[in-house]
């Protein structure tokens, strides 16, 4: 089945210590996005890809940073976590038809210690 | 800026029994999509339903039917014959159709089906 996969599931991080979470997809959509979730809270829009164009939101930190190698694959870099950043991270896709919505992949539970 | 506000942080019903999330937002838009997600406990988020706002007529699928209040900036959800796997976090969610594609969602309510 077609589907946007996130790894790891759950990820453990030392304070400061570079993570990256990866996902990939065989929807071949053109658009992906990252989303962080912390509890209680809405989802949260870090920044997308439309193709290779990179979109930033305006209030996502520098310590985030985001590479797309290729349609399929997208990576979420975290530079130096804080405890802060302890949160789930959702990847989602989307294609030509907005309507349809995004297909999210099941998140990664990131730790920071 | 748009926003998405969901008023009920929790619910609890009866299974069998029809329950109905609350949901409102904020916009200057005149065209956009609003949608309802279901988060399931430890599995990935899903699309309930959706609704074009241009379209008058309400979205239903199967036991899920929303209430559009364009005046209002009202998009409720009902969940009829509540199921024990309709226990989830639900989220409202908001889409602009015509300047991008980014999705703006609400806090969420989480709800419980009891047996």
């Known amino acids: 089945d077609a589907m946007v996969i996130q790894n790891p599931r759950y990820q453990v991080t030392q304070f400061g210590k570079p993570v990256t979470l990866s996902c990939s997809q065989t929807?071949?959509?053109?658009?992906m996005y990252w989303y962080q979730q912390k509890s209680s809270q809405a989802p949260k829009l870090l920044f997308h890809?439309?193709?290779?164009?990179?979109?930033n939101e305006a209030d996502t930190p520098d310590n985030f940073q985001s590479r797309r190698p290729n349609t399929s694959f997208c990576f979420l870099d975290i530079r130096s976590p804080g405890l802060g950043d302890a949160a789930m991270y959702l990847c989602?896709?989307?294609?030509?038809?907005?309507?349809?919505?995004?297909?999210f992949g099941s998140g990664t539970r990131l730790t920071v210690v | 800026a748009q926003t998405v506000t969901q008023s009920q942080p929790e619910m609890s019903v009866q299974e069998a029994e029809t329950v109905t999330l609350s949901c409102t937002y904020d916009?200057?838009?005149?065209?956009?999509?609003l949608f309802w997600y279901k988060q399931p406990p430890s599995r990935q988020m899903i699309l309930v339903i959706r609704?074009?706002?241009?379209?008058?007529q309400n979205a239903t699928e199967n036991r899920f039917s929303v209430n559009f209040q364009k005046a209002a900036k009202s998009f409720s959800l009902k969940i009829s014959d509540s199921q024990l796997g309709d226990t989830a976090m639900y989220f409202c969610a908001f889409m602009n159709m015509n300047r991008d594609d980014k999705i703006i969602f609400g806090k969420g309510t989480r709800l419980h089906i009891l047996p």
């Open positions: 929807l071949n959509h053109n658009v």
């Open positions: 916009t200057s838009e005149n065209n956009y999509y």
């Open positions: 609704q074009e706002a241009y379209k008058q």
């Open positions: 989602a896709t989307s294609g030509r038809d907005f309507l349809a919505g995004y297909t």
């Open positions: 890809y439309y193709d290779k164009d990179f979109n």
